[in-house]
Protein backbone atom coordinates (compact mmCIF):
# COMPACT_ATOMS: atom_id res chain seq x y z
CA UNK A 1 0.00 0.00 0.00
CA UNK A 2 1.14 3.52 -0.88
CA UNK A 3 -0.85 5.14 1.78
CA UNK A 4 -0.11 5.61 5.24
CA UNK A 5 -2.03 4.19 8.13
CA UNK A 6 -3.34 6.19 11.38
CA UNK A 7 -4.21 4.75 14.15
CA UNK A 8 -6.69 5.55 16.39
CA UNK A 9 -9.35 5.70 13.89
CA UNK A 10 -10.93 7.47 16.38
CA UNK A 11 -9.82 9.60 19.76
CA UNK A 12 -11.92 11.33 22.24
CA UNK A 13 -10.50 13.04 25.09
CA UNK A 14 -10.98 15.81 27.47
CA UNK A 15 -10.00 19.28 26.91
CA UNK A 16 -6.80 19.79 28.16
CA UNK A 17 -5.49 16.44 27.68
CA UNK A 18 -2.62 15.44 25.06
CA UNK A 19 -3.67 13.63 22.18
CA UNK A 20 -1.54 11.08 20.27
CA UNK A 21 -2.22 9.67 16.93
CA UNK A 22 0.22 7.27 14.79
CA UNK A 23 0.48 6.80 11.23
CA UNK A 24 2.60 3.82 9.59
CA UNK A 25 3.97 3.17 6.70
CA UNK A 26 5.92 0.78 4.26
CA UNK A 27 7.84 2.92 1.49
CA UNK A 28 10.55 4.78 1.65
CA UNK A 29 9.69 8.54 1.63
CA UNK A 30 11.21 11.94 1.28
CA UNK A 31 8.94 13.67 4.24
CA UNK A 32 5.79 13.15 5.55
CA UNK A 33 2.99 15.46 6.04
CA UNK A 34 0.54 15.93 8.93
CA UNK A 35 -2.69 17.81 8.00
CA UNK A 36 -6.07 18.78 9.84
CA UNK A 37 -9.56 18.76 7.93
CA UNK A 38 -12.58 20.43 10.37
CA UNK A 39 -16.01 19.05 9.24
CA UNK A 40 -16.92 19.79 5.89
CA UNK A 41 -13.99 22.09 4.88
CA UNK A 42 -10.46 21.58 3.11
CA UNK A 43 -7.33 19.55 4.89
CA UNK A 44 -4.84 22.44 6.35
CA UNK A 45 -1.36 21.69 6.47
CA UNK A 46 -0.09 21.90 9.86
CA UNK A 47 3.69 20.37 9.78
CA UNK A 48 6.42 18.76 7.63
CA UNK A 49 9.12 16.38 8.68
CA UNK A 50 11.89 15.70 6.44
CA UNK A 51 13.39 11.80 6.44
CA UNK A 52 16.73 12.91 7.97
CA UNK A 53 14.59 14.69 11.06
CA UNK A 54 13.01 13.04 13.64
CA UNK A 55 11.63 15.78 15.75
CA UNK A 56 9.53 18.84 14.99
CA UNK A 57 7.37 21.55 16.74
CA UNK A 58 5.30 23.71 16.16
CA UNK A 59 2.89 25.44 18.99
CA UNK A 60 1.54 22.88 20.86
CA UNK A 61 2.12 20.14 18.22
CA UNK A 62 5.10 18.18 18.46
CA UNK A 63 5.89 15.21 15.34
CA UNK A 64 8.11 12.49 15.46
CA UNK A 65 9.27 10.60 12.82
CA UNK A 66 11.39 6.98 13.21
CA UNK A 67 12.06 5.72 9.17
CA UNK A 68 13.37 2.24 11.11
CA UNK A 69 10.54 1.81 11.91
CA UNK A 70 8.68 3.80 9.42
CA UNK A 71 5.93 5.58 11.63
CA UNK A 72 5.21 8.68 12.75
CA UNK A 73 3.17 10.25 15.66
CA UNK A 74 2.23 13.22 16.00
CA UNK A 75 0.99 14.82 19.52
CA UNK A 76 -1.18 18.03 20.49
CA UNK A 77 -0.89 19.64 24.24
CA UNK A 78 -3.01 20.85 26.19
CA UNK A 79 -5.98 20.13 23.34
CA UNK A 80 -8.77 22.62 22.73
CA UNK A 81 -12.13 21.90 21.40
CA UNK A 82 -11.36 23.79 18.72
CA UNK A 83 -8.97 21.26 17.87
CA UNK A 84 -12.06 18.95 17.06
CA UNK A 85 -11.25 17.80 13.49
CA UNK A 86 -9.48 14.85 11.72
CA UNK A 87 -5.60 14.36 11.27
CA UNK A 88 -4.18 13.17 8.23
CA UNK A 89 -0.93 11.77 7.41
CA UNK A 90 0.33 12.42 4.02
CA UNK A 91 3.53 10.74 2.43
CA UNK A 92 5.78 12.15 -0.03
CA UNK A 93 7.61 9.09 -1.41
CA UNK A 94 10.82 8.63 -3.18
CA UNK A 95 10.04 8.81 -7.13
CA UNK A 96 6.68 10.05 -6.92
CA UNK A 97 4.99 13.42 -7.84
CA UNK A 98 2.17 13.44 -5.61
CA UNK A 99 1.45 12.68 -1.96
CA UNK A 100 -0.31 9.66 -0.58
CA UNK A 101 -2.78 10.39 2.27
CA UNK A 102 -3.83 8.08 5.11
CA UNK A 103 -7.04 7.56 6.14
CA UNK A 104 -7.21 9.96 9.12
CA UNK A 105 -7.50 9.87 12.91
CA UNK A 106 -11.15 11.36 13.66
CA UNK A 107 -10.15 13.87 17.14
CA UNK A 108 -13.12 15.15 19.80
CA UNK A 109 -11.97 17.11 22.51
CA UNK A 110 -14.84 17.36 25.02
CA UNK A 111 -15.16 20.62 26.35
CA UNK B 1 -8.44 37.00 -0.57
CA UNK B 2 -8.85 33.05 -0.80
CA UNK B 3 -5.68 31.33 -1.51
CA UNK B 4 -7.62 28.06 -3.49
CA UNK B 5 -11.25 28.61 -5.00
CA UNK B 6 -13.50 26.25 -6.14
CA UNK B 7 -16.93 26.20 -7.17
CA UNK B 8 -19.32 25.36 -6.86
CA UNK B 9 -19.66 24.34 -3.13
CA UNK B 10 -22.63 21.75 -3.61
CA UNK B 11 -23.37 20.35 -7.00
CA UNK B 12 -26.66 17.55 -7.15
CA UNK B 13 -27.53 16.13 -10.64
CA UNK B 14 -28.53 13.38 -12.07
CA UNK B 15 -26.84 10.00 -13.61
CA UNK B 16 -25.55 10.70 -17.27
CA UNK B 17 -25.27 14.40 -17.04
CA UNK B 18 -21.99 16.21 -17.75
CA UNK B 19 -20.43 18.42 -15.29
CA UNK B 20 -17.51 20.87 -14.25
CA UNK B 21 -16.14 22.11 -11.24
CA UNK B 22 -13.48 25.06 -11.30
CA UNK B 23 -11.09 25.68 -9.42
CA UNK B 24 -8.32 28.96 -8.67
CA UNK B 25 -5.36 29.47 -6.92
CA UNK B 26 -3.88 33.07 -6.53
CA UNK B 27 -0.52 31.82 -4.89
CA UNK B 28 1.44 31.74 -8.07
CA UNK B 29 1.99 27.84 -7.71
CA UNK B 30 3.33 25.80 -10.53
CA UNK B 31 1.09 22.41 -9.39
CA UNK B 32 -2.12 21.83 -9.16
CA UNK B 33 -4.10 18.50 -8.29
CA UNK B 34 -7.51 17.25 -7.71
CA UNK B 35 -8.44 14.73 -5.04
CA UNK B 36 -11.28 12.83 -4.44
CA UNK B 37 -12.37 12.01 -0.75
CA UNK B 38 -15.21 9.02 -0.19
CA UNK B 39 -17.59 8.58 2.83
CA UNK B 40 -15.04 6.93 4.28
CA UNK B 41 -12.66 9.76 3.99
CA UNK B 42 -10.04 8.34 2.29
CA UNK B 43 -8.57 10.80 0.44
CA UNK B 44 -7.24 9.92 -3.45
CA UNK B 45 -5.20 11.57 -6.24
CA UNK B 46 -6.91 11.72 -9.47
CA UNK B 47 -4.40 14.25 -11.51
CA UNK B 48 -1.96 16.59 -11.16
CA UNK B 49 -0.83 19.50 -13.54
CA UNK B 50 2.39 21.08 -13.75
CA UNK B 51 2.83 24.20 -16.12
CA UNK B 52 -0.10 22.91 -17.67
CA UNK B 53 0.95 19.37 -18.36
CA UNK B 54 -0.22 16.81 -17.00
CA UNK B 55 2.24 14.96 -14.40
CA UNK B 56 -0.27 12.37 -12.89
CA UNK B 57 -3.06 10.16 -14.50
CA UNK B 58 -4.23 8.23 -11.98
CA UNK B 59 -6.42 4.94 -12.41
CA UNK B 60 -9.64 7.19 -12.46
CA UNK B 61 -12.03 6.51 -15.06
CA UNK B 62 -11.70 8.52 -18.74
CA UNK B 63 -14.94 10.18 -17.98
CA UNK B 64 -12.96 12.44 -15.75
CA UNK B 65 -10.86 14.76 -17.51
CA UNK B 66 -8.82 17.91 -15.82
CA UNK B 67 -8.23 21.05 -17.72
CA UNK B 68 -5.91 24.07 -17.02
CA UNK B 69 -6.31 27.01 -19.36
CA UNK B 70 -3.27 28.86 -17.46
CA UNK B 71 -1.47 28.10 -14.64
CA UNK B 72 -4.15 29.55 -11.90
CA UNK B 73 -6.51 27.12 -12.99
CA UNK B 74 -7.81 23.17 -13.37
CA UNK B 75 -11.01 22.65 -13.88
CA UNK B 76 -12.57 18.78 -13.62
CA UNK B 77 -14.79 18.07 -16.09
CA UNK B 78 -16.77 14.74 -15.33
CA UNK B 79 -18.75 13.43 -18.39
CA UNK B 80 -22.04 10.28 -18.27
CA UNK B 81 -22.05 10.96 -14.58
CA UNK B 82 -22.25 7.79 -12.10
CA UNK B 83 -23.88 7.36 -8.72
CA UNK B 84 -20.51 6.22 -7.12
CA UNK B 85 -19.17 9.29 -8.62
CA UNK B 86 -20.75 11.14 -5.53
CA UNK B 87 -17.91 12.30 -3.09
CA UNK B 88 -16.28 15.30 -1.84
CA UNK B 89 -13.79 16.83 -4.46
CA UNK B 90 -10.94 18.62 -3.27
CA UNK B 91 -8.15 21.08 -5.58
CA UNK B 92 -5.07 21.80 -3.92
CA UNK B 93 -2.16 23.62 -5.25
CA UNK B 94 1.51 23.32 -4.58
CA UNK B 95 5.09 24.73 -5.20
CA UNK B 96 7.35 22.05 -4.91
CA UNK B 97 5.33 19.62 -6.74
CA UNK B 98 4.88 16.76 -4.21
CA UNK B 99 7.58 17.88 -2.07
CA UNK B 100 6.22 20.50 -0.19
CA UNK B 101 3.17 21.13 1.71
CA UNK B 102 0.11 22.02 -0.08
CA UNK B 103 -2.97 24.11 -0.13
CA UNK B 104 -6.20 22.61 -0.45
CA UNK B 105 -9.38 24.82 -2.15
CA UNK B 106 -12.66 24.23 0.21
CA UNK B 107 -14.43 21.09 -1.55
CA UNK B 108 -16.93 20.54 -3.70
CA UNK B 109 -19.56 17.88 -2.65
CA UNK B 110 -20.98 16.10 -5.32
CA UNK B 111 -23.66 14.26 -5.24
CA UNK B 112 -25.39 12.12 -8.07
CA UNK B 113 -28.93 10.69 -8.00
Known amino acids: SQQGEEDPQALSIQEGENATMNCSYKTSINNLQWYRQNSGRGLVHLILIRSNEREKHSGRLRVTLDTSKKSSSLLITASRAADTASYFC???????????FGTGTRLTVIP | DTAVSQTPKYLVTQMGNDKSIKCEQN?????MYWYKQDSKKFLKIMFSYNNKELIINETVPNRFSPKSPDKAHLNLHINSLELGDSAVYFC????????????FGPGTRLTVL
Open chain 1, 90 to 100: ALDQTGANNLF
Open chain 2, 92 to 103: ASSQEGGLGRQF
Open chain 2, 27 to 31: LGHDT
